[in-house]
């Protein structure tokens, strides 16, 4: 881990965070003989939202992939709670407490809401968990819709279906791929507050975003990455007053 994440992890601890609950050290990946990732690092901390900003092409969808398993890791370590989860395949990773939400709001559109949900239910220790009830509680869209053609649903609530189904998975780590992408204003408002409800939770949230605006309002800390690596990182405090949107994406 690069001398900066390692001072600005120990910041976050001091603060009271505990442990990081995904820890990725020196990450690489490659697509044939190109290194796209080169090493990065980076932590969430439970119930923490954490951003990765970059221009197109930086590696933000790579690193998710590369984190949830899709893509093969090169090198370095990804941790889930202290345990070494990157030799592990896609599911058990997911079973391990890891869920990915991919752009794109995939769902099995032939089948109602609830069914999408009840496809994917994760082991629940002594009764805590997410279970339809609480899923419809934070999406009472859905609750209206759970027996709607999961076809039949606009873009904002494929969206909704998608998080609600990642979050049956009862992960301690989410991370969400463009969650605002081809999404109206008013939608991604409503995401935006989904995602501050997923914080309150206790739920580790690592966010890949274009929507610099969405990401800075919903973000406790930020990373920027580029060509590969982690450029440089801190608070959302701190990257407005260092004007870092500017730096690394030009707008």
């Not at 690092?41 to 197109?56: A, F, I, T, W």
């Not at 002594?126 to 609750?143: I, K, S």
């Not at 209206?144 to 990642?166: C, F, I, K, P, T």
Request: aromatic letters at 4%.
């Amino acid at each position: 881990m690069s001398a900066q994440a390692t001072a600005a992890a120990g910041r976050r601890r001091e603060g009271g965070q505990g442990p990081p609950a995904l820890s990725v050290e020196g990450l690489q990946s490659r697509y044939g003989k190109s290194l796209v990732l080169a090493g990065v690092d980076l932590q969430v901390y439970p119930g923490e939202v954490s951003v990765l900003l970059g221009r197109n092409g930086a590696g933000k969808t790579t690193t998710l992939r590369t984190i949830a398993g899709v893509h093969p890791v090169s090198a370095g370590r990804i941790l889930l709670e202290g345990r070494e989860v990157g030799s592990l395949p896609a599911h058990q990773r997911v079973r391990a407490g890891l869920a990915m939400v991919p752009s794109g709001a995939r769902a099995f559109g032939s089948l109602p809401v609830e069914d999408n949900l009840l496809l994917v239910r994760g082991r629940r220790a002594e009764g805590r968990g997410w279970r339809l009830e609480g899923v419809y509680d934070l999406f009472p869209a859905l609750a209206r819709l759970r027996r709607s053609s999961s076809g039949s649903l606009s873009g904002g609530e494929r969206q909704m279906l998608a998080v609600a189904r990642a979050l049956m998975a009862n992960p301690r780590v989410m991370m969400l791929d463009e969650p605002s992408e081809g999404l109206a204003p008013v939608i991604v408002q409503t995401m935006a507050g989904l995602i501050g409800r997923l914080r309150e939770a206790g739920v580790a949230v690592l966010l890949a975003e274009q929507n610099h605006h969405m990401a800075m309002r919903v973000a406790d800390h930020c990373y920027f990455i580029e060509k590969g690596r982690i450029a440089d990182q801190c608070d959302v405090h701190a990257a407005a007053e260092r004007d870092l949107v500017r730096r690394y994406l030009g707008v």
